[in-house]
């Protein structure tokens, strides 16, 4: 595990659609683990992998002591809409009133490949 550098608006990464990812390797668990450490450290409540750099689907999450991530993540929304102050860690410093989906439902594969699914209402769906 490593913590890795944060990339910051502007960067194409960010901008570039994520690959769907294919392989569930040893490198797909390094790169769950170095985004746990990376988001723990900043610290943050999420952190997408293009955020370090890695045009991949891969998301990783920490809310209410849940600890957790998503592989090849596909999001179903509440039309109910909740709006409360956040911020980004590609975005440093900044925070805003942000409407979003009350409740989420994420669908997707952990990083061994197996089905996971979770759902999460006020912060657990925003992260």
């Given at each position: ?107 997707g594969f952990t990083m061994h490949g197996e ?5 999460g209402t006020e912060f657990l769906a925003r992260?």
């Amino acid at each position: 595990m490593a913590i890795q550098p944060i990339r910051f608006f502007g960067d194409p990464v960010l901008t570039t659609p994520a690959e769907v990812v294919t392989s569930f390797d040893k490198e797909l668990r390094e790169l769950v683990a170095d985004l746990t450490e990376t988001m723990l450290d900043a610290p943050g409540a999420g952190l997408a992998a293009p955020q370090i750099g890695v045009s991949l689907r891969v998301f990783v999450w920490h809310v209410d002591d849940q600890l957790g991530h998503l592989v090849n993540p596909e999001l179903t929304l509440s039309e109910e809409i909740q709006e409360g102050e956040e911020g980004c860690l590609s975005f440093p410093e900044l925070r805003y009133d942000t409407p979003r989906a009350y409740r989420a439902v994420a669908r997707g594969f952990t990083m061994h490949g197996e089905p996971l699914i979770v759902e999460g209402t006020e912060f657990l769906a925003r992260a």
